[in-house]
């Protein structure tokens, strides 16, 4: 099970911490990644963390905006968001996959249910 929170309104420039609290999984042995979907748009990957804690960025690259981070003890996956714009508005994903980080929706069996980030001011 994968449940994602952190989610919320927050204002153009502003920051966010998502978390994915993973149960049910051994989280060392998976790859942890983030997608998000705005209205109207197909979903996205940004950003996937492997098991060995290398970390890829689809999307929030520049300047570092995004970083994701995972704490094996706790099960918990992380994304910290900064400089947020409203084209980041979505309901964002984690999901869980063995093997690599990938980029594609369906190569990922298991989903959290999504957390609303809205980026409005």
């Known amino acids: 099970q994968l449940q994602a929170s952190g989610g919320g309104l927050v204002q153009p420039g502003g920051s966010l911490r998502l978390s994915c609290a993973v149960s049910?999984?051994?989280?060392?042995?998976?790859?942890i990644g983030w997608f998000r979907q705005a209205p109207g748009k197909e979903r996205e990957a940004v950003s996937c963390?492997?098991?060995?804690?290398?970390?890829?960025y689809y999307v929030g690259s520049e300047k570092g905006r995004f970083t994701i981070s995972r704490d094996n003890a706790k099960n918990t996956v992380y994304l910290q968001m900064n400089s947020l714009k409203a084209e980041d508005t979505a309901v964002y994903y984690c999901?869980?996959?063995?093997?690599?980080?990938?980029?594609?929706?369906?190569?990922?069996?298991?989903w959290g249910q999504g957390t609303l980030v809205t980026v409005s001011g």
């Open positions: 999901v869980v996959r063995t093997g690599v980080c990938m980029r594609d929706a369906g190569e990922y069996m298991y």
């Open positions: 963390i492997s098991s060995s804690g290398s970390s890829i």
């Open positions: 049910g999984f051994i989280l060392d042995y998976y790859q």
